[in-house]
């Protein structure tokens, strides 16, 4: 995995993707080689990430669940409407939390997919 000092992909930095520790860069550089795929299906417009790593004390702040995927470094909250469900999915996606037709939580966890829908 190339590893630059900005970022783990060309269009993502560490900062963007919330400043992962170094024990979660693996994760975070999986979730970033992820968004660059969604970020090229969507024509490379850059694509605005609301919330990616997280620390325990952050996580906790922001009522984040207690084995959230933001935790491990390999999960990103999008803005509604930034990419639909298909378009997470073809971008190889694990677990994808949406709002309607909207991808909104997008994240690679090993394992079988995941869907939910938040109210
Ligand atoms: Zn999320």
Known sequence: MAAG??????????????SPPPNARQAAGR??????R????????PLVIVSAYRSPA??????GAVRSRHLVGDAADLGVGV??????EAAGFVGIG????WAIHV??????????TYD
């Open 38 to 45: 969604l970020r090229h299906l969507r024509g490379g417009r």
């Open 107 to 116: 994240d690679v966890r090993p394992g079988p997919p995941a869907r939910w």
């Open 31 to 36: 979730l970033a080689r992820h968004l660059e």
């Open 83 to 88: 990419c639909t469900i298909a378009q997470a």
């Open 5 to 18: 000092l900005r970022g783990p992909t060309p269009h993502f930095s560490w900062r963007e993707l919330g």
């Open 58 to 63: 952050r996580n906790r702040s922001v009522g």
């Open 98 to 101: 949406s709002t309607g037709p």
